[in-house]
């Protein structure tokens, strides 16, 4: 409803289509980049937290990735490129998520924990394996399996 009367109330048909071009561009950027950092990596169906090798701070790492971009672009991603960093501390103002991504990679080498930061290109590519596989899955399961038709999605 809100984008037909944003659409109604502009005052040309060339403000209209530029406005419709622009939001959807920035909010397919913006889309993007959520893609990217949480569905190519590891997903739990159940309890996630097993024992001390998969424990919540672990499980934070194991289930999101950064994605790694120069600072120059961090208006870009608006912070969203510190994944990582946003699931452990999940109120900390994204202007100091690339000085937390330090120490929690400090930490990570400390305790040799596996920190995954892909490039923007090698994050897609990595994102489009997952969701391949996924589908291959979803479409081989069967009822009863536990699988997609026990799911929420059926």
Same mark, same amino acid.
């Given at each position: 409803f809100w984008v037909l009367s944003v659409v109604l109330s502009m005052p040309s048909w060339?403000? =209209?289509? !530029?406005?419709?071009l =622009?939001?959807?561009a920035v909010s397919g950027i913006l889309h993007v980049q959520i893609v990217i950092s949480h569905w190519a990596m590891e997903t739990y169906h159940g309890h996630a937290y097993n024992d001390d090798k998969d424990e919540w701070y672990i499980t934070q790492l194991k289930t999101t990735m950064n994605v790694d971009t120069p600072p120059l672009l961090d208006w870009v991603h608006i912070g969203l490129q510190f994944q990582?960093?946003?699931?452990?501390?999940?109120?900390l103002p994204r202007h100091n998520l690339r000085k937390a991504r330090e120490l @929690?990679? !400090? @930490?990570c080498k400390k305790h040799g924990i596996h920190y995954h930061e892909p490039?923007?290109?090698q994050a897609n590519i990595e994102t489009m394996r997952t969701l391949v596989s996924t589908a291959g899955a979803a479409r081989h399961s069967k009822k009863g399996e536990s699988g997609f038709f026990e799911s929420a999605l059926w």
């Open positions: 060339f403000q =209209t289509v !530029a406005w419709l =622009t939001s959807h990582i960093e946003h699931h452990l501390y999940p109120r @929690v990679k !400090a @930490v490039g923007f290109f």
